[in-house]
Each structure stands twice: as C-alpha cells, then as structure tokens.
C-alpha cells in the first residue's frame, strides 16, 4: 500500500462507522501495515494477515506487524483460519485483482464479520467512463499495471491484476453473502479524465437499456446496481473503494 489517497479514504471509511473507534478490524494481506498503523493509534483492536513471507509488496514494513497478531500464509482463496462473526470491520485493500475468483472470500468475509459489521475493500476501478471507452476501442480495461502476460509464472500469479473486479458480479456476490453496498469514497481522477464526463448521457442511456435485463428477474436488485453503475464517484475515481455492510 503505497497510496495516500486511498489510505486517507479507507481511514475516513472506518472512522465514519458507529462504534468507532472501539472496533475489531482484520486487515486482509495487510502488507507493510500503513492501516492497522493508524487504526491502532485511534485505539481500535487491529488484527492483520500475510500471504508469503517473501511478498513482492513490502517494502517498509511498521513497527506495528510486530506487536499485533498477524496471521500467515493465509491464502485468501481459501477459509480464512480465523472463527465466525468475530470482526466489526474486515478490510481488503488492493487485494480482490489478484485472486483467482472473489465468490470464496466474499463468503469468508461475511462469515467473520458479525452482524452488522462492515468490508471494506478497494480495487482499481474498471467501471470508470475512461476504463469503460478504452475497452470499447481497444478490448483491454485500463488496468494502470500489474497485467497477467506470458512472462509471469504460475507462481507467480498473485502478483498480477489477473481477475479485476467486475461490478455486476460482485454486487450479486455481495448479495448471496448478505451484505449490501452502502457507500463508496472518491480517490482520485487524472485531470484529462474529467473530460470523459461529456459522455455521461451515452454512458447513462447504455446503462440503463442494459440494466433492464437484469431488472426482469430482480427489479430491487436491478435498481440498486444501476444506481452503483452510473454513481459520479464510480464514474471518475481511479480506485474503487467500497463500504458493504452484513445484515
């Protein structure tokens, strides 16, 4: 995690939760610890987790990982290691590109999360208008980096953006594990990306005729995913960043 515009906006994300700042929080694949760094100040209890021991994203590891309980080699596409509904917040930062399907760790984050509790995830976000015309033209979703190429390894996998988040599937997902979106938080926008919003009409009228296949069979569910889909904060910001709370 080396963004300060997404640190900023996952903190302002659990510091607007009630209960806060007495809250239990898991850190999924927390990297060098920037998040649970600033949780812990505020006095909430932060529990981290680690993939490999080798891990490509560490770089400055805090101080932090050494006096709180940082569980390893946990492989998220498989059952996290960790009891049912025993966290208030579970965060994920930059990590759902990487998996190889979301539908297991959706179902695990919403088993330890208590009633109530929150995820909070973000991934670069290819939903934004420029993402969405550049794949028109070119058949590629604007990635940024990190894409999966016949240099990398199976090995080696983790390491690229192989499996971006899809909005319309991940919003079913959520679903199935009852959890709901609530909110999104605005990153950043490259200033020529402004000008993508002169095509909002077209992008609202495609979207709209397309969600109504989904609104035959789920008119609530149709509804809510459109609303998401042509939300201003989806539409420009770099990095998706979501807040989905458990029923």
């Known amino acids: 995690m080396t963004n300060p515009i997404l640190v900023k906006q996952v903190i302002k994300g659990v510091r607007s ?14 990297g060098d610890g920037e998040i ?8 909430c209890h932060v529990e981290g987790t680690h993939f490999r021991s080798d891990d490509y994203i560490y770089r400055q590891p805090k101080d932090i990982l050494h006096s709180i309980t940082v569980h390893e080699h946990v492989d998220l596409s498989q059952p996290l290691p960790l009891p049912d509904e025993s966290y208030d917040v579970v965060i994920a930062t930059e990590v759902l590109e990487h998996l190889p399907a979301h539908a297991p760790v959706c179902a695990e984050v919403s088993r330890v999360l208590k009633p109530g509790g929150y995820w909070l995830f ?9 993402s969405r015309f550049q794949f028109f033209w070119t058949g590629q979703h604007e990635l940024r980096s990190a894409r ?18 899809y909005l319309p599937v991940m919003h079913a997902l959520l679903y199935q594990q009852k959890m709901r979106i609530r909110r999104t938080f605005f990153t950043h926008c490259r200033l020529l990306n402004w000008l993508y919003l002169l095509l909002w009409p077209v992008v609202a009228i495609a979207s709209t005729i397309e969600a109504r296949h989904t609104m035959k069979r789920s008119p609530s569910g149709g509804r809510d995913l ?3 889909l042509l939300e201003p904060r989806g539409l420009l910001s ?3 960043v979501v807040l989905a709370q458990k029923s």
């Open 238 to 240: 770099e990095k998706w």
């Open 148 to 165: 999966l190429g016949w240099h990398v390894p199976a090995s080696e996998l983790y390491s690229t953006h192989h499996n971006p988040v």
């Open 122 to 130: 973000s991934t670069p976000n290819i939903h934004r208008i420029q």
């Open 17 to 30: 939760l009630s209960g806060w700042p007495q809250l239990r929080v898991l850190d999924l694949s927390c």
């Open 36 to 43: 649970l760094e600033i949780l812990a100040r505020d006095g």
């Open 226 to 228: 459109l609303k998401w």
